[in-house]
């Protein structure tokens, strides 16, 4: 694809959307779980319209779509290009103040809001592949929300691109917009048959020329400690308090294994997520991750087994231990239509880009996509540091993830 005249919108894009707070929320039981989501929504549906995208819409749960027609005349699959406009609870996503910083020369980037939040390469490695490239970081106090504003800006230019050179030739492209991607809720509401599309690609991925097609499977887990509530003052042989069984419970977990800061690669874990209650009623949260779908039984039986345990060496507790399945490893999907990550290969290469085949230690919309009908494996858009106040991103990678998309839409053109 010839793009080296095209004037890039990505980082004016991102710069925009990343103002619009977008903050997921797990506790809630709405959808999209905060509806200041659609707040962005209703931004790109005008922009989408702008460009010429008549039918761009925004539903009642704050999916956004549109389509991009084809300029070819024989018929090939309808490609989907997805990216959700939530960002993660993790840090907040209010008053994000970006910030470009030009032509990166490698040293510390000190955040002017907050100046012990520094930026460095030997926090960040990503970073030392970066010199010379323009870096957009927040300011110190907010994530920047480029997970996954980026792949919004990304997916949004390659629609100016595209609308501005008819030349290039594709079969009908769809955009999806999701909101509640953060809290495992991205496509819970979605209407496949008004989606319409046969294969796609998440935006929502890291490093330059990194292709995701295996994410983790994953489930959730509920543990409810009952205890016996007393009067503090007249207690004894009485109360029996679920918090302290809880922190038992906590306390039993392994040390040096079974967790997200102590696995790697291939390795699954068993994480807490979130303890509350009172001494009559405690409720532990976890999320359980494994590539491979039946080690989420053993994992959760393993764990049931700790609570057991803990739970009677104390008479007169009881508990309750609920899972919820949440994703599937999309490669169970994909493995049987190998060719759509070849074309996203084949597009890189193109692109002079050298692909790099990652495992998602996690999972995407498209995890759930592939199982939906939409074999779906993540494309790079160049965010880093996600959920954190050190999160920045690359123009220039987000530019070459517009190229590779450009280059995509062209190779599935040839595939009748």
Known sequence: MAIEGYNHS?????????????????????????????????????????????????????????????????????????????????????????????????????????????????????LKEKIGDDLITASGKTLLGADDKAGVACIMDFAQYLQEHPEVKHGDIRILFTPDEEVGRGVDHLDMDKLNADYG????????????????????????????????????????????????????????????????GREGFVHPVAFDGIQEKATLQFIIRDHETNQLAEYEKRLENIVKNVVHKHEGATYEFEVKEQYRNMKEILKDVPFVTDYAIQAMKKAEIEPRPVIIRGGTDGSRLSFMGLPCPNLFTGEMAIHSKHEYVSVQDMEKAVQTMGELVQIWAEHK
């Open 10 to 126: 990505v980082a004016d894009r991102l710069m925009k959307y990343v103002q619009i707070d977008t903050t997921a929320d797990p506790n809630s039981d709405t959808f999209p779980s905060t509806m200041i989501q659609k707040d962005l929504g209703k931004v790109l549906v005008e922009e989408l319209k702008s460009l010429g995208i008549d039918d761009a819409e925004m539903d009642e749960y704050g999916y956004v779509f549109g389509t991009i027609k084809g300029n070819i005349e024989h018929q090939v699959p309808t490609v989907c290009f997805c990216s959700h406009m939530d960002t993660a609870p993790d840090v907040t996503g209010k008053n994000v103040k970006p910030i470009l910083h030009k032509s990166y020369d490698g040293n510390p980037i000190t955040l002017p809001d907050d100046t012990s939040q520094v930026i460095t390469t030997d926090q960040h490695p990503y």
């Open 201 to 264: 690609y998440t935006l929502d991925g890291g490093v330059l020329g990194s292709i995701e097609d295996e994410s983790f499977s994953a489930d959730a887990v509920t543990i409810t400690v009952h205890g016996i509530s007393a009067h503090p003052g007249y207690a004894k042989n009485k109360l029996i308090n679920a918090l302290k069984i809880g922190g038992e419970v906590l306390a039993a977990l392994p040390k040096d294994s079974w967790s997200p800061e102590t696995t790697e």
